[in-house]
């Protein structure tokens, strides 16, 4: 990278800014799971797409364009044709060799441009996304290098699926055939038996985390958990003195939202800590579905926030045995669950090797 010659280009020269054919409220369309046509709207992951909808084809936006949220500079490649919710621009190359192969190098160097913007829908309107600058690789005649772009983001996909295929690998993960005891576990759940079981009987009393300001936390390595989604609820790595949790337990945070945790961490006063320390670590996972599945129901809020207190109360549903928790069902199922999760991901990845093989094989 250090030898490479660069050019300043301004986004509008580049790039069409156009608005979407329609605007489709996510509150008035059914968003589906599966479907033919993503739906993308101004979220910041999983490639901006809240799910699919049905809706008249003649309303949607060209593939092989840039989605970008209006007042989140939210951006992603839309190989595909797709509908959009609101505020968002359609983003297309005034250049033929524009593609998937390095769209991704455009985004990252489009992002670097907007970095410095605030949140806010003035901030990017029309013309002043036009006229943002950005750099990019150029040819000793000036022009955009193209061919340098695919190769160096082949070369970056290359290195993270090795390190992909070695973490599988090394983990276990890359074993996806479901046994014979999984397979009967995903044939039985439907007819188990459940029953109702409480917190504290099952697991004694939860504990209440304690607060730490954030001008009193010192950076370290352990992971402190407060109240949110984001990160799964890790706000911080610290180094204060503070009461270490054992992995494998489970956190509910003040809006009811439970996690599991397979590591050692600090909590503050809005995380409720479940002890599930002696559980297996699958059948630990299955409980905590079962305790969000009751914690997490809109009852809890900043108004009425859910502590250690609520935890102990809590009744959660668990298939049984002999009127006890079926712990062994549980882990079997969770087994079985993250296998079928991790097949796709090792099955992408066997593509992607392999077709990193036929390139090289190709060039040499």
Known sequence: MEKVKWGEFRLGDLFEINSYKKRFDANKVDVLTEGQFPYIVRMGTNNGQKGYINEDEAYLNE??????????????????????????????????????KNAQFFISTMMKSFSSFSWGSSSFNIEIIKNQKMS????????????????????LEAERIAELEAYLSATGLNDYTLTPEELQALDDFESLDWQCFNIEKLFGKSTRGKRLKSADRISGTLPFVTAGEANEGVSAFIGNDVTVFSKNTITIDMFGSAKYRNYKYGGDDHIAVVHTETLPKY???????????????????????????????????????????????????????HKLVIKDVVLYADRKIEATKTAVNKQT
């Open 63 to 100: 593939g092989n364009t840039i989605s970008f949220g209006q007042d989140t500079a939210t951006m992603f490649y839309q190989e595909k044709p797709y509908f959009t919710g609101d505020k968002i621009k359609i983003i297309k190359a005034r250049d033929s060799r524009f593609n998937k």
């Open 136 to 155: 990019l690789p150029v040819s000793e005649n000036g022009e955009i290098d193209f061919e340098f772009m695919e190769n160096f983001i082949a070369e």
């Open 283 to 337: 059948a630990s996972i299955f409980v905590t579905t079962a305790i969000h599945k009751s914690s997490y129901t809109g009852e809890f809020h900043y108004g009425r926030n859910f502590y250690a207190k609520d935890a102990d109360v809590l009744n959660i549903y668990l298939p049984t045995l002999n009127n006890q928790p079926d712990y062994a069902i549980m882990e079997t199922f969770i087994s079985a669950i």
